[in-house]
């Protein structure tokens, strides 16, 4: 950050009194700006035994299949904004939504929040963020073509869950060190 929003003066990093974190501050009105994580919501559109995935059509990661997902809007509660997210995406519609997990990403200061749901009439069809759509069975989900290890893990999970009959909500931190290795930390 260069400028205040509030003025449009510079800023400077700092830490302001009374806090502990550095922030921008503006060297003329002295409005302190926040940055904080950005809020992902997605969701896991279920038909019959079968996942609806989306290659995506823009970076990152342009080519690879991931689940419906994006930043939340302003104004917007996170369930909606999954089912926001899939209609975009994959012209779908998604019903009973459920939250199925939180992952904390602090390397790139986002959080994820997916729900589960069920795909009405098995229908969708790419949205202007995807090349095409598919169902997949559990079986067939192109697992080394999938975009984001969010995406992977709670794909694992899903699954997991569906077998053992009972759904739960996850709870995880994912995290890429300085060489591009990922660590998932399930929290009971």
């Known amino acids: 950050m260069n400028f205040c929003s509030h003025c449009g003066a510079g800023v400077s990093l700092r830490i302001p009194e009374g806090d502990s974190l550095p922030r921008f501050v503006c060297d003329r009105c002295q409005t302190i700006h926040y940055v904080n994580p950005k809020v992902v919501t997605g969701c896991i559109p279920v038909w019959q035994e079968k996942i609806l995935l989306c290659r995506r059509a823009i970076e ?3 080519g690879l299949w991931t689940l419906p997902a994006g930043f939340l809007e302003n ?3 996170s369930m909606a904004g999954a089912a926001r997210e899939a209609l975009e995406e994959a012209n779908a519609v998604v019903e ?3 939250l199925y997990g939180l992952f904390n990403l602090p ?3 986002q959080i994820y929040m997916m729900f589960r749901g069920n795909l009405r009439h098995g229908q969708a069809a790419a949205g202007a963020e995807s090349l095409e759509v598919q169902l997949f069975a559990e079986n067939d989900i192109p697992w080394q073509e999938l975009a984001f290890p969010v995406v992977a893990e709670s794909l694992r999970l899903f699954f997991a869950d569906r077998r053992s009959g009972r759904y739960g909500i996850h709870y995880a931190d994912v995290v890429r060190d300085a060489q591009q290795r990922v660590t998932i930390t399930r929290y009971p």
């Open 60 to 62: 990152p990661r342009y």
């Open 75 to 77: 104004g917007e509660t």
């Open 96 to 98: 009973d939504l459920r």
């Open 107 to 109: 390397h790139i200061d």
